[in-house]
Each structure stands twice: as C-alpha cells, then as structure tokens.
C-alpha cells in the first residue's frame, strides 16, 4: 500500500514569502503530524491534527500554522519565511486516535525548504 | 519534561563489529521509547520500540534494545555491523499519559561503516 505522499519534495523561496507544504497520509490513518528536522535543531514537533481538529502543538510561533481536511490530508503553512525556516519537513501518519503515545508514526520522505 | 539524550554524534565500527548506540531519557512518566533510522534524502523508519512488559525489544534488520529503568537508558545494539546498517539513527520518547503522539527526539547518531 502506498506510503505517506509529501510534496513538493523540494523548493527554494526567499526571505518573506510564504510556503504550503502537502502531506497525504497512509489511507485510513486519521492522524498527522509535522516536523522540522535543521542540523542544529535535530528534530521538533511542530503540530498534530485528527480528524481535522488541531490535538497537539509545539513551541513554534505563529508563523507555522497548518490543516487537516476531511479526507485526512494536511497542509502546513509558513508564512513570512525567515532564512532559519531553511529545514527538512516531515510529515508522520498514524492509523489510531492519537490517545495513546505508543502508537508508531510512519514518516514521510520530507519536503526540503531553502530559504535564500 | 521529556527529554533525550543520544551520546555520541558519530559512532564509526568496522564492518562485523558490534554497534552500541547509547541514549539516555528523562521523563516524569512511564515512558515509550522508540528507536528510527534515517537513510539520506529519506524520512524516518521505526526500529524498534518499548511500550510496556519485556524489557528487551527486537527490531528490524537485526537491531535491539533494552529499556533499563534503573539506567534511564534504552541502548541500540546490533551483534555484528553490515555495510547497509550506515545511517543516521534517533532515540525518541514519548509519556504514556499524554494525549498525542509528539515525540522528543535525541539530535541524533550517525553510524559509519568501513568494511
């Protein structure tokens, strides 16, 4: 079965624009979650959604927003791009409701944002 | 808080060697631990995890760990090191009482192998 779908895989912006990165889930998981993988950083959690609601959220301003739609598929927005925004995305799905964190995330392959 | 500590940012084995990746948690509650890889231009890829009852947990591609309360250590090990197994690889936690799934991830571990 397919996998989580990221796109774009990669794309360059400049310092102020704004950037929407996809993620299609595995088909039938309900959740999705975003990361921010940068070399200093390693990897942060930025968001969750499930079932279209927001469940989880981490220490990044409000710059970074996202979505989830009713087929599951999610969008994150980053507006106002700033040169440290420059990071690999990754998007995770899980089957089951994010009650639990045991459940095992499987990762996409990322969209990789340069920002000049 | 959570928080994981992967010590040793690279780790270099000849290939045939034993791997011993080392991480350390912090966490106020019952942890879960997971162990991913990450090959290049590619996302992450679950190894192995703990959730409860046997503490030593066999993964994939013969990797395992060992969740050491006492320690607050679940170390990666592999018996004998393939060319493949070269990667970087990431200790995560997560708390069994949180709603979600947000992980902490350690900054990470890159294996080198030399044959």
């Known amino acids: 079965k397919a996998g989580v779908t990221q796109t774009p895989r990669y794309l360059i912006k400049t310092r102020g624009q704004q950037v929407t990165l996809s993620c299609s889930p595995i088909?039938?998981?309900?959740?999705v979650s975003w990361y921010q993988q940068t070399p200093g950083q390693g990897l942060q959690f930025l968001f969750e959604?499930?079932?279209?609601?927001?469940?989880n959220k981490g220490n990044f301003p409000g710059r970074f927003s996202g979505r989830q739609f009713s087929n599951s598929r999610s969008e994150m927005n980053v507006s106002t791009l700033e040169l440290g925004d420059s990071a690999l995305y990754l998007c995770?799905?899980?089957?089951?409701?994010?009650?639990?964190?045991?459940?095992?995330?499987?990762f996409g392959a990322g969209s990789r944002l340069t920002v000049l | 808080a959570q928080s994981v500590t992967q010590l040793g940012s690279h780790v270099s084995v000849s290939e045939g060697a034993l791997v011993l990746l080392r991480c350390n948690y912090s966490?106020?509650?019952?942890?879960?631990l997971f162990w991913y890889v990450q090959y290049p231009n590619q996302g992450l890829q679950l190894l192995l995890k703990?959730?409860?009852?046997?503490?030593l947990v066999k993964g994939i591609n013969g990797f395992e760990a060992e969740f050491k309360k006492s320690e607050t250590s679940f170390h990666l090990t592999k018996p004998s090191a393939h060319m493949s197994d070269a990667a970087e690889y990431f200790c995560?936690?997560?708390?069994?009482?949180?709603?979600?799934?947000?992980?902490?991830f350690g900054k990470g571990t890159t294996l080198s192998v030399s044959s």
């Open positions: 088909s039938g998981h309900r959740s």
């Open positions: 959604y499930f079932s279209e609601t927001q469940r």
């Open positions: 995770a799905s899980i089957r089951d409701s994010p009650s639990s964190g045991a459940n095992v995330l499987t």
């Open positions: 703990y959730t409860t009852g046997a503490t």
């Open positions: 995560a936690v997560s708390g069994a009482d949180q709603a979600g799934t947000a992980l902490i």
């Open positions: 966490s106020s509650v019952p942890p879960y």
